[in-house]
Nanobody, 121 residues
Framework: QVQVMESGGGLVQPGGSLRLSCAVS????????MGWYRQAPGKERELVAT???????NYADSVKGRFTISRDNAKKTAYLQMNSLKPEDTADYYC???????????????WGQGTQVTVSS
C-alpha cells in the first residue's frame, strides 16, 4: 500500500518562507513525476510545481521565482521551498506522485491528504 504524506504547512507572515515536504512510502517500484498542487477556498485545485525523476521542473506563472521544487529519490521525498509568500498563496497544498508499485504495473497517481498554508499578518 502506498502512502503520500505532506508536512511543513502553517501560518506565516507575508514575505516569509515555508518548506513543505512530501514523503512517499510503501511498496514502490519507481516514482516518476512528483508535484505540488493547491486549492484555495472556493477555488479549483491548481498546479503549483512538478518535477520529473530526471529533475526537470515546471512551475505555475504565479510562483515562478519564488517557489522551488526539488526531490530526493533515495528518500522518496519531494520538497517545495516557498519564499516571498503572499496572502494569495493561502491554500491547502497537496502532493501528487506518479509511480509504479511493480515493474509490470501501469503508472498511477497517488495523492496526499494536504497541508494547510496560511499567509497572513
Amino acid at each position: 500500500q502506498v502512502q503520500v504524506m505532506e508536512s511543513g504547512g502553517g501560518l506565516v507572515q507575508p514575505g516569509g518562507s515555508l518548506r513543505l515536504s512530501c514523503a512517499v512510502s510503501g511498496s514502490i517500484f519507481l516514482i516518476y513525476d512528483m508535484g505540488w498542487y493547491r486549492q484555495a477556498p472556493g477555488k479549483e485545485r491548481e498546479l503549483v510545481a512538478t518535477i520529473t525523476n530526471g529533475d526537470s521542473t515546471n512551475y505555475a506563472d504565479s510562483v515562478k521565482g519564488r517557489f522551488t521544487i526539488s526531490r530526493d529519490n533515495a528518500k522518496k521525498t519531494a520538497y517545495l521551498q516557498m519564499n516571498s509568500l503572499k496572502p494569495e498563496d493561502t491554500a491547502d497544498y497537496y502532493c501528487n506522485a506518479v509511480l509504479r508499485t511493480v515493474s509490470w504495473a501501469p503508472n498511477r497517481d497517488y495523492w496526499g491528504q494536504g497541508t494547510q498554508v496560511t499567509v497572513s499578518s
